[in-house]
């Protein structure tokens, strides 16, 4: 598939405005209850977040998550 690019539409930090993301990780854990594994398990996911300002966008977030992050944010501002 051959894609033009003047037919996108750029992605925005909701923050600053800035256009440029940079991939970071999120890490959560896994109970082993959960997961019956003999320990707690780490899940990665992959996301991405403002290079000018540091901040995630929601709609980088999973769906499940988004209200937990929002949560965090506001406490560190």
Known sequence: MRLD?????????????????K???MIRKVS???????????VNIPLFSCHKCDHVNNEF?????????????EENN
């Open 32 to 42: 082993r209850f959960i997961t019956n594994q003999p320990q707690d398990t780490m």
């Open 5 to 21: 690019l003047s037919q996108t539409t750029p992605i925005i930090c909701e923050k600053c405005n800035g256009q440029i993301f």
């Open 23 to 25: 991939e970071v990780m």
């Open 61 to 73: 977030l999973p769906e499940a998550l988004r209200s937990d992050y929002v949560e965090i944010v």
